[in-house]
Structure formats: structure tokens, C-alpha cells
């Protein structure tokens, strides 16, 4: 009896992993279809990397010992929204909500929650765009709204919370308060960085823009 009940758990937690898996590969396959469309229409490809993950059973237990849930696959579905998630990183600060907004207005994805921590930096100096979607699945058994948590930054947002998330990790969340206002500064300076490249981006684009004019490039070069 208890093999059984250990097979059933094991098979229920398969197809939870399953849902999850899929729920991504939506988002990533769409994600890239924007990005193939975009460049093919501006001829520049707004997006760096997009990298996908489904939480590890360890983790996802730990968050729901935390908040005292129950470990009932339907209460962490609904409960734990970033089970499955998604890191969508742009070149530049106004592509994040460029692709943001091209992903989000498909019609049938469903937009739950957003949290704009560049509008609002965290107290740590973290910026991102993070929004928690209904992504439809199609099995056999009908269509499935998964939950999946999509993150949008910067290269220079991602590179600085990698090293903080690195650093968090190496103090066990209790980062020495000279290291915490280093961390604080090197945001400010990314955030500097972003602004910056930003700007050159938009004068290397009116520049090409006036050569098109004057008929110096082709349209599409
Ligand atoms: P991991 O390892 O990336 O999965 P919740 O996630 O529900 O407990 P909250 O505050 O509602 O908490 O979620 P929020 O703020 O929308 O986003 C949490 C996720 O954003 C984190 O997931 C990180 O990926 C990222 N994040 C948020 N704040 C910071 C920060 O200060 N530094 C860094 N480096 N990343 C941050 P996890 O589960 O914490 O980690």
C-alpha cells in the first residue's frame, strides 16, 4: 500500500512538473516569435536571453513550509506563483516594457499581477518588471491556465541582481551593512549605465533613421 501511495504521489508530482514545463515552453516559443517579428520589422533584436525554470520540489516545499501551506498540489498551484518562471532580459530600459506590452496584450494570456520595481527600485537598489500571467496549455484532458512568473531587466539589471542574489546567498540573507550599501551604489550606477546606452542607442537610431532620409542606406540596413 505504501508503494502504491508513493507511485501515486510520484505520478501526480510528474504531471504537476509537466504543466509547469509546458506553461514555459509557451512563454519562451512566443517570446521568440516576438523577437523574430521585431527584428524583422526594425531590423534590431530587442531581446538578450530568456532563460525558464521550473522551482525544484525542494524549494517549492520550503516556500510552502514558510507560509504554513498545506502540501496539496492544488493549494501550491494557486498559492506559490513562481513555480514556473521566466527571465526576459533586453538590451535597453525602454525594451522592457516594449516586450512587456507586446507579450502581455496577447488575448489569451491573462495578466494577474504586476510589479514594476523599476518604477519603484527595491530598497536594495533591485530592478526588474515582474508580472504573474495565465498561460493557456492545451493536453488531452482540455485547456490548462498555468501560472507562470515573467521577470523582465536590462543586462545591467540582471547582472546586478546575479551578483547580489550570489552574495545574498553566500551571507545567508544577512549581508554585512558595508557590503549592502556598495551593492546600493553599484545599482545606481547600472541604473546610470542603462540611461546612458539608452541614449546612444536612440542617437545611433536618428542617425540612421536621417541617412535612410537622404537616401544613403536602403530602408532596411
Ligand atoms: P529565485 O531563486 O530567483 O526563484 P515571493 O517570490 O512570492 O516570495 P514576492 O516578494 O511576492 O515574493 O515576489 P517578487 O518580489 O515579485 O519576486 C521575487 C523574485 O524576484 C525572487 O525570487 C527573485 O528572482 C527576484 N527578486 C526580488 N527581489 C530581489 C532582490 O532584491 N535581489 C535579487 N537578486 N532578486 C530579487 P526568489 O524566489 O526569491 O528567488
Known sequence: AVAQALDT???EFERFDLEYRSALNQVESRLEVLQDEFTHLHDYNPI????????????ILRKATARGLTF??????TEI??????????SFSADVYRVFELFTAQPDIELLQVKDYIAEP???????????????????????????????RTSAMDFWASLEHKINYKFDGDIPPHIVTELTAAAD??????????????????????AEDEGLFPADM
Open 72 to 77: 496539496d498540489l492544488d493549494a501550491l498551484r
Open 189 to 210: 550606477v547600472a541604473n546610470e549605465l542603462d540611461a546612458r546606452m539608452e541614449h546612444l542607442h536612440r542617437q545611433v537610431r536618428m542617425h540612421e533613421a536621417d
Open 9 to 11: 504521489m510520484r505520478s
Open 48 to 59: 538578450e536571453h530568456i532563460a525558464t525554470r521550473v522551482k525544484s520540489a525542494q524549494s
Open 122 to 152: 527595491k530598497a536594495n537598489g533591485y530592478r526588474s518588471l515582474h508580472c504573474i500571467v495565465h498561460v493557456p496549455v492545451h493536453f488531452s484532458t482540455g485547456v490548462k491556465l498555468v501560472v507562470v512568473e515573467v521577470q523582465f
Open 81 to 90: 506563483t513562481d513555480i514556473a518562471g521566466a527571465r526576459v532580459v533586453v
